[in-house]
């Protein structure tokens, strides 16, 4: 999915990917890696409706992570 970024900007998928990718960095402990991948999903639903819970827990994650 994120290979591909034709499809992964165009279906809501591609960019939970991003964000699922970075959660799985996070707990293996690399919070390099981790940082980017929020910061991907964050850049590609920039626009979202900010009241989304995915969207507001993930903001959320990634305050906490950019903290470490």
Known sequence: MID???LALRHVI???AWLQLGRAQ???GDNASARKS???FL???KDADPDLP???QAKAEYGKLAKN
């Open 4 to 6: 591909n970024r034709g």
């Open 14 to 16: 591609g960019p939970l």
């Open 26 to 28: 996070k707990m293996m």
């Open 38 to 40: 929020y910061e991907e």
């Open 43 to 45: 850049t590609i639903w």
């Open 54 to 56: 995915i969207y507001r």
